[in-house]
């Protein structure tokens, strides 16, 4: 267990709205990762950080912000939600010691945009 | 850059039959690879990983993979399937070195016929 959890779990939004989704690690690893999950398209990264305040955008971060102000807090920001955002999304931290390039998934957040 | 071609977005077996999955990557560096589990309304859980050492892979659940070099491939295989191994599958691939994070497969969706 990597000590992810997802805030929230669940959410249904109206197109338009601001949405933030949290993802947080008990453990202090240094890189955090957004990923979004969509039929047909497997999982594309979002946003990822290597560093309190040091984020990259991924391939599919139009629309997307994020923001890490401390170690254990990865927040991804959707400021003005839209139904093609309509996604399953998930958190992902590298382990970081004896780095050998997995990374460990939290339970995902499915956010609906109506 | 590293890409991942996953045959088949869905795959059915009878229960004891031979599961193959098959994975073909790209990459420009030497890759570490992997094979993620995802059951229904959950995250994604790490089944094997290759990372240069045995090309030969054994990883949970009675599943193995083989990395073979010259055909880019790294097939996911288990002997007998059961019921209990009906999820989806990923294969992902990131470089050895640095951090680049992992880029994922579209997914295979394994079916077990009883």
């Known amino acids: 267990d990597a000590g992810i959890t997802q805030s929230p779990r669940h959410k249904v939004t109206e197109t338009g709205t601001p949405v933030t989704l949290r993802c947080h690690q008990t453990e202090n690893h240094r890189y955090m990762y957004w990923y979004r999950q969509d039929p047909g398209h497997g999982l594309r990264l979002i946003h990822y950080?290597?560093?309190?305040?040091?984020?990259d955008k991924g391939e599919v971060s139009d629309g997307y912000s994020v923001s890490r102000s401390k170690t254990e807090d990865f927040l991804l920001t959707l400021e003005s939600a839209t139904s093609s955002q309509t996604s399953v999304y998930f958190c992902?931290?590298?382990?970081?010691?004896?780095?050998?390039?997995?990374?460990?998934f939290g339970e995902g957040s499915r956010l609906t945009v109506l | 850059a590293q890409s991942v071609t996953q045959l088949g977005s869905h795959v059915s077996v009878s229960e004891g039959a031979l599961v193959l999955l098959r994975c073909n990557y790209s990459s420009s560096v030497p890759p570490y690879l992997f094979w993620y589990v995802q059951y229904p309304n959950q995250g994604l859980q790490l089944l094997l990983k290759?990372?240069?050492?045995?090309?030969l892979v054994k990883g949970i659940n009675g599943f193995e993979a083989e990395f073979k070099k010259s055909e880019t491939s790294f097939h996911l295989t288990k002997p007998s399937a059961h019921m209990s191994d009906a999820a989806e599958y990923f294969c992902?691939?990131?470089?050895?070195?640095?951090?680049?994070?992992?880029?994922f497969g579209k997914g295979t969706r394994l079916s077990v016929i009883a």
């Open positions: 950080s290597y560093g309190v305040k040091d984020t």
């Open positions: 992902a691939v990131s470089a050895n070195s640095g951090n680049t994070p992992l880029v």
């Open positions: 992902a931290i590298r382990v970081s010691v004896g780095y050998t390039g997995e990374l460990f």
């Open positions: 290759y990372t240069s050492a045995a090309t």
